[in-house]
């Protein structure tokens, strides 16, 4: 026999043999052992069942499968429309959250946006701006594909460039 395919010799702590170290596994625990794993094969399949049929596993059962009868949801969330940015802000205020703006306009500030929204074709929302009345914030416009627009209230008409709270429609 090759000495590389010879057994190690067993290192042992002084005053202990050197022997086989299989332990026999009696009757009881193996009992305990089989109760053991059955119990443990139960409860995973317990479980994968109750995620499969409650809609745990998304990856086996989603919404974002194509078969699936319900289309998802796209958003898109310009500053304004965030949470913090209540009407009646002071100018100050804006200036914490949101930082300089990029351009003043009367007084309207504007802030970059540069977003593609879910229309076909696809637009790009230039900017927003964000006017004040007696230093108090009271409206915003966007700018779509270069366009202002006001887009509160169901109407997406072309203004002009707004400066102001009030807005003149282009006709």
Known sequence: MP???????????????AHDVAVAIGARNKRRLTT???????????????????????????SN?????TPVARVITLIPQRPGFPYGMTK???????????KI??????YP??????????QLINAVRMCFYAGQYQ???MELDGLWRYP????LDVIAPPTSIQSSPLR
């Open 92 to 102: 100050q205020q804006m200036l914490r959250r949101l930082g300089k703006p990029e």
């Open 139 to 141: 409206v915003w416009f």
């Open 113 to 122: 946006e540069n977003i593609k929204d879910f229309a076909t074709p696809p």
């Open 3 to 17: 000495t590389w395919l010879r057994p190690a010799p067993a290192v042992t702590a002084p005053g202990f043999p």
């Open 152 to 155: 509160e209230g169901g109407t």
């Open 105 to 110: 306009a009367g007084q309207c500030w504007q």
């Open 65 to 69: 499968h194509s078969e699936s009868s």
């Open 36 to 62: 053991g794993g059955i119990a443990l094969s139960a409860s995973v399949v317990v479980s994968g069942l109750a995620l499969w049929f409650f809609g745990g596993l998304p990856f086996v059962h989603g």
